[in-house]
């Protein structure tokens, strides 16, 4: 993972670079949800989210932790402080790191960042209710994602998101170059299993989470203006709150908080939040160097106006399977357009240091080629199509 991150850095160094030099700034934030196994001593009192922020703040992560849907499942936010691209990702890997150790001073036992707790919760919601249980007890296998929001900033700070093409255009590229790449945001085989949750173990009722590429402001590539993805009105906040912390008056901004939410991502040990930043800068580039040629296909729509995205349903393995026996990694290998946009970000670092094309570094191809060995030194000794073992339903297998 070293020299993936190694690569990664310079290469989200030369795609933010070559992002400013059209005149925008990039803005990119992420998401990450996990789960804990509280200790016996814990019980069942709540993680004290309170002091682990305070140790969060003392460790100069720009983020906070907070309790999310599942019991005993957190999700670690990065705040909106101004950082770049890079210190996004930086903050995010060391969070990674540390977070893990954290949170046992806290009260946990165990602690994972993996795609999927398996059994990690119990019930049965009512049918056409969201937060409704019935007395009927199941086991939850709780998926977990990364999600990286991206927004584009002009010169005067005002966010590109909310208003023209250019978020739409960034979006449907997303949605173009997802499939080839997806192993960038599914690093790992249970990154699959996550997808299919709803359809194979019959959960489409208690997760959310997105199962193929999709876009609109509800797919998981999705593009947030007035509305999020449970059709909520976004951007709200709240003015006066009562003794009781009722809000009481509101004022909404969505054109503040307008972006494209990919969440797709997979939480998993091997997620690099370099590579990820990386992908992400390198759509912004494609449609920013499209636009200037001129070489835009304009995006279709239907008659009500609306942007037409075709569904599709992404790789069911890494390595392969009986469906798809080349595995996502077999599309990254046979796919080079994001060492062409790495590579069309380098040109302007090697003309601005006078140098010719042949002394310099390959940064694209040496990344793509670092993702290939680490994916296949990780690759299980049997992968002739069979699909992965599903884990025992024990509560949260590690």
């Known amino acids: 993972m070293e020299r993936i991150s190694r690569l990664a850095r310079k290469a989200l160094t030369l795609l933010d670079t070559k992002v400013r030099s059209y005149g925008f700034t990039p803005v990119v934030h992420f998401e990450l949800e996990g789960g804990f196994k509280p200790s016996a001593k814990m019980g069942n009192k709540q993680l004290n989210f309170s002091a682990i922020n305070q140790a969060m703040a003392k460790l100069n992560l720009q983020a906070e932790l907070k ?77 977990n994602a990364v999600q990286l929001n991206l927004s584009l900033l002009d010169s005067n700070g005002d966010n590109l998101m909310a208003d023209g093409p250019l978020a739409e255009q960034i979006q449907h590229r997303m949605l173009q170059t997802s499939y ?17 949750l709803k359809t194979v173990y019959g959960l489409t009722d208690e997760l959310s989470s997105p199962d193929n590429l999709s876009g609109g402001h509800q797919g998981s590539i999705a593009l947030y203006r007035q509305w999020g993805k449970h059709n909520q009105p976004m951007g709200v906040e709240a003015l006066l709150v009562d003794a009781q912390q009722n809000t009481l008056t509101t004022h909404q901004d969505w054109r503040k908080t307008a972006r494209i939410e990919h969440r797709i991502g997979a939480a998993s040990r091997y997620f690099s939040p370099h590579l990820n930043v990386v992908y992400a800068l390198a759509n912004v580039v494609d ?93 299980p000794a049997d992968t002739k199509g069979a699909s992965p073992s599903k884990p025992a339903n024990k509560h949260f297998a590690s």
């Open 67 to 143: 309790p999310e849907y599942w019991q005993n499942q957190w999700e670690y936010v990065s705040l909106f402080e101004g950082q770049s691209p890079l210190t996004e990702a930086n903050n995010l890997e060391k969070a990674m790191q540390i977070l893990p150790s954290l949170l046992k001073q806290f009260g946990a036992q165990d602690v994972y960042i993996r795609p999927v707790i398996w059994a990690g919760d119990k019930g049965s919601l009512a049918t056409g209710s969201k937060a409704i249980f019935t007395d009927k007890n199941r086991d939850i296998h709780i998926p």
């Open 180 to 196: 080839d790449c997806c192993c960038i945001f599914l690093p790992e085989e249970e990154a699959y299993e996550r997808l299919k």
């Open 287 to 379: 449609v920013l160097h499209s636009r200037q040629k001129g070489a835009l296909m304009p995006i279709g729509r239907s008659g009500d106006n609306q942007q037409i995205y075709p569904s599709r349903d992404l790789p069911d393995s890494l390595y392969g399977s009986a469906t798809f026996p080349g595995g996502a990694l077999s599309l990254f290998k046979q796919n080079d357009w994001l060492g062409q946009m790495i590579w069309l970000a380098q040109s302007d670092h090697t003309v601005a240091n006078n140098k010719s094309s042949s002394e310099e570094q390959d940064i694209g191809s040496e990344l793509k080629q670092a993702v290939i060995d680490f994916y296949e030194s990780k690759r």
